[in-house]
């Protein structure tokens, strides 16, 4: 090669024509078509040919050369067919030049243009032929179809990709997605992006959607979904995180309706005993719908016979029906701030199940008779029938009716009486405030807090344990297959004799060992209690109706519903679901307590310190029950209980974030 010479190279992806003007050793100073001038490595050069302009030639002379080469081997490269040369040289198989291309192609000997040509349209081939050793070898049909087929799903993302792009942008300027298909389709996407982000299973393509769109901040999936009414504005992510139920099948509906239509045969009916003539109460918030229990108390000789009277689901709804089987699926009822997931479907929970005031119901009844000083003497569970004469709340037991109703003034000195004898067998009551959100007609927040003990919850309380309880001994002493509730001793000492406040009580929360369901009977240490289930709350907890169906089978003379291994494989569904439940409604209940103090963005409040950790604080606001961190310096010196006053800097509370400064 000489000075002189028109060369051949790839520059950024791009075949350029040049000119040597001068030789380095292996390394070439090049005029190019552009004209720049650069140096080359021999090894890039792909094609060198004399050329025929003088060493006179101007530089212009040289471009304009250059430039009508390059055109030249552009037209004779559009005009080879590589599909065609390679149908002529596939069934040889053999390897062949550049040359021997270009001879083939254009017919006899091949001009250096021609030549050049050939070698481009090689470069830029994808299909037909592979590059080995400076030869050409066509490729086998079957890796032809496939490089094909390669890169058409290529072209057809990067359609969908700028199509994908261009309705998002739509959507975010516009608030629709036109084309029904694509609004399907790119919805599902969102979805999965606002509800598992990173885990969505087709996040790369979602955010490659996204990027296309320009909409690249991390809430932009939700906010679309948003601006589209797909989504709400405070829509609960965490039902679809969770795949939490909130629909019922048609088949549980249709079962749903008939039972409510129908009086189904009571296969209990011989059974049952009348307790019709009792004055029987239900006493529930002022929200309740469903209604799982009603008490009753009569005067004996030397006591009084407590009536515990629990609503009888399992004489109305069949075990392994669609409406049983979707009612286990759950688990539980789910009472959100903004929503209700009922177990059973609101037609029958609402009215035919419930023991709805001044109605006879179906119950299973706990009669326990026991002394003023609260000691068992005797106890018996029956199949039964009831009437609730009143429906009364928590509010009204706590504000008048106490002291002015002799039998709920009765009662209430029982059930202190009750819940002494039991913690002196080693229990321990932590009762925290409960924290209720409700919404005002405008959507505003109010939050409250409900003492836990009021007399009104402390006989409600009372009695559901010792039916419970009861439950617990009564299978359990028969040795009838039971699912029991059960709680290990603490997972450090626990102090249980002198009152403690708010911050203690936090703390011993925290020290619990976690309330385990086992199908084997054991003590549950908090309540202070040998053997303990669920049976008091069948509409609302299957664990509840497992219990009383188990406890009718032995009453009736019959062999147990449900054996070990079945009770197994039920435990297996409803413990999950009930730690779903539970988790559900802590995160949304924290949801709501941070979009009320996104409202308040600049103030200050007080906390309690509950415990101090590397450079934070673990803070308690008590009016909220809530948790927070405070990022502290290592010179700010705290101690739980202390208290603090704090600025709200920041709050998230979709991203669970609050900031927070001294004040």
Known sequence: METGYLVEFFEEKRILCGTVLELKGERLHVLTQNSRELTLTRKRVLFANPAPLPASASRQQWLDYLQEVARKREDFKAAIRMADLWELLVEENQAVTRDDLADLWFGGKASPDQVAAAGRALYEDRFFFKHKDDLWVPNPPEVVESLQEKVRREEEAQRELETAGALLRHAWEKGDIPDPHWRERLIAVLKDLAVFGEEAPHYQQGKAFLHKAGLNADNAPFRLLVRLKVFQEDENLDLYRLQVPTDFSPEARRQAVNLAQSRLPDPYESNRIDLTHLECFTIDGERTRDFDDALSLEPLEDGWRLGIHIADVASLVEADNPLDLEARERGTSIYLPEMRLPMFPEEISENT????????????????????????????????????????????????????????????????????????????????????????????????????????????????????????????????????????????????????????????????????????????????????????????????????????????????????????????????????????????????????????????????????????????????????????????????????????????PREDQIKLSLA
Not at 530 to 552: C, E, G, K
């Open 353 to 652: 199940l419930s023991l709805v005031a001044r109605e006879e119901r179906p119950a299973l009844s706990f009669l326990v008779d026991v002394t003023a000083a609260g000691e068992i003497k005797d106890w018996s569970i029956t199949p039964s029938r009831i009437k609730v004469r009143r429906r009364l709340t928590y509010g009204e037991v706590d504000q008048f009716l106490a002291e002015q109703d002799e039998t709920l003034a009765a009662l209430i000195r029982l059930a202190r009486e009750l819940k002494a004898r039991r913690l002196a067998r080693g229990g321990y009551e932590l009762k925290l405030p409960e924290v209720w959100v409700s919404f005002n007609h405008h959507g505003g927040i109010h939050v409250m807090t409900e003492d836990q003990e009021t007399v009104s919850h402390l006989l409600v309380a009372e009695a559901m344990v010792l039916a419970n309880w009861l439950a617990a001994r009564f299978l359990s002493e028969r040795g009838f297959p039971a699912i029991y509730r059960a709680q290990p001793e603490p997972r450090e000492p626990i102090k249980t004799e002198e009152p403690k406040d708010l911050v203690a009580l936090w703390q011993d929360r925290r020290k619990l060992s976690r309330v385990v369901m086992d199908t084997t009977p054991q003590p549950h240490w908090g309540l202070g209690l040998p053997v303990y289930t669920f049976a008091t709350s069948p509409i609302r907890r299957y664990l509840d109706l497992v219990i009383h169906r188990q406890i009718l089978s032995l009453l009736k003379g019959g062999a147990p519903l449900y054996g070990q291994a079945e009770l197994e494989k039920i435990l297996m569904t409803i413990e999950p679901a009930m730690r779903r439940a539970g988790l559900l409604k802590a995160r949304r209940l924290r949801y709501w307590l941070l979009k009320y103090l996104a409202g308040q963005i600049g103030q200050k409040k007080e906390a309690l310190v509950v415990e101090p950790l590397q450079n934070r604080y673990r803070l308690l606001f008590p009016d909220l029950l809530l948790e927070v961190f405070l990022a502290a310096p290592a010179s700010l010196q705290l101690k739980p209980g202390d208290t603090v006053r704090v600025r709200l800097d920041k709050v998230l």
